[in-house]
């Protein structure tokens, strides 16, 4: 396993990190779930990504016993909160309020004295922006979060955020997570450029576009039973057959470098500098063990070449 700067940070995160979304609490069974936290961790993974609301809270609690066992300075854990979390007017988004009562809300569903990286897990513009990064500073004083991160928020979003803790001398934004994937490209125009001006890094989501780049869908309309596209319609949604058509040429590449669809796929997105680390999703450890093999593989200029020239057609 290789090891990024997250940003401009001191922070070193596995290229590969495990999430939780639509799996742990979910799902996912619980014995493969922690079997895949497991075999993360003994395969060098150090960074393990979730969120308050990843089945209200029920994400954070089996990631937290999951972990339990290794040392604390061992690994890199992320939650992220904004969505609801309840039914009240300030259940959710990012007031000092929810931010304070979520913060320690998810620490005590985790078991642990403090988070490694909050995100906020979309931008609030109902909140005062101010509001919501001086709450973050004061869990960084208080020792109860090590790093700020924000997920989904726009380059005009994080430079707001960027000019204004640079006026107060408040604790600045280290790392972004967007999606990213060769099929959605959208960061590469100004996210990535802005990051690597202001030293923020990305932990992209969703690299294997949900397991579109796996190679295993053959049709649009006759999808695999146990695959997350037959159990989710917008997993199925992003799925035709011209993109298939494009895995396939895809495949052919893989194949000749001796290396899996996913393995291309993650080693594409780690070509990028500014991305720290690629986050995979897992229902089996099996999975884990393939994916972390794309951790150092680097992809020649004629390879980069061929792979434009398949997603351009």
Known sequence: MFYRRVGSSGLKVSEISLGSWLTYGGYVERDNAILAIEEAYDLGVNFFDTANVYEQGAAEELIGQSLAPYPRQSYVLATKMYFPMGEGPNDQGLSRKHIMEQAHASLKRLGLSYIDILYCHRFDPETPLEETLRALDDLVTQGKILYIGVSEWTAAQMAEAHAIASRYLLDRIIVNQPMYNMFERSIEEEIIPFGEEKGIGQVVFSPLAQGLLTGKYNSATELPENSRAAKLDFVRDGITEDKIVKVKHLG??????????????????????????????????????????????????????????ILSK
């Open 252 to 309: 052919r590449i893989a194949e000749e470098l001796g290396i899996s669809m996913p393995q291309l796929a993650i080693a594409w997105i780690l070509r990028q500098k500014n991305v720290a680390s690629a986050l995979v999703g897992a229902s089996r450890p099996q999975q884990v063990a393939e994916n972390v093999k794309a951790s150092g593989i680097k992809l020649s200029a004629d390879v980069l070449q061929q792979i434009e020239y």
